[in-house]
């Protein structure tokens, strides 16, 4: 088989295992998009614990949503103080 064979075969199976893992991402209500959960993915196979990895994305999420909050806070502060 020609080398580009196999990598396009190669590519194949590996869009097939992320759109799997995507599937079950979804039904586990996780809000993984392919993209992240893509980068996760390889973040793995390069020897990222995953345990750390999926702590180190629930603390992002944590601080996201915080940030979010403050600044929905400071915004509403900022149109009462105009009134």
């Known amino acids: 088989m020609p080398p ?3 990598r396009s075969e190669k ?3 590996a ?3 992320v759109d799997i893992l ?3 991402s979804t039904i586990l209500n996780c809000h993984l998009d392919r993209r992240t959960l893509s980068i996760c993915i390889s ?3 390069n ?4 345990e750390a990895l999926a ?3 629930k603390e992002l999420r944590n601080e996201a949503q915080e ?3 403050e600044a929905a806070g400071a915004g509403s502060s900022s149109t009462r103080a105009r009134r």
């Open 4 to 6: 580009s064979n196999d």
């Open 11 to 13: 590519q194949a199976a």
């Open 15 to 17: 869009q097939l295992a």
């Open 22 to 24: 995507h599937e079950i």
């Open 43 to 45: 973040m793995i196979e």
């Open 47 to 50: 020897g990222v614990n995953p």
């Open 55 to 57: 702590t180190a994305v």
């Open 67 to 69: 940030v979010q909050i």
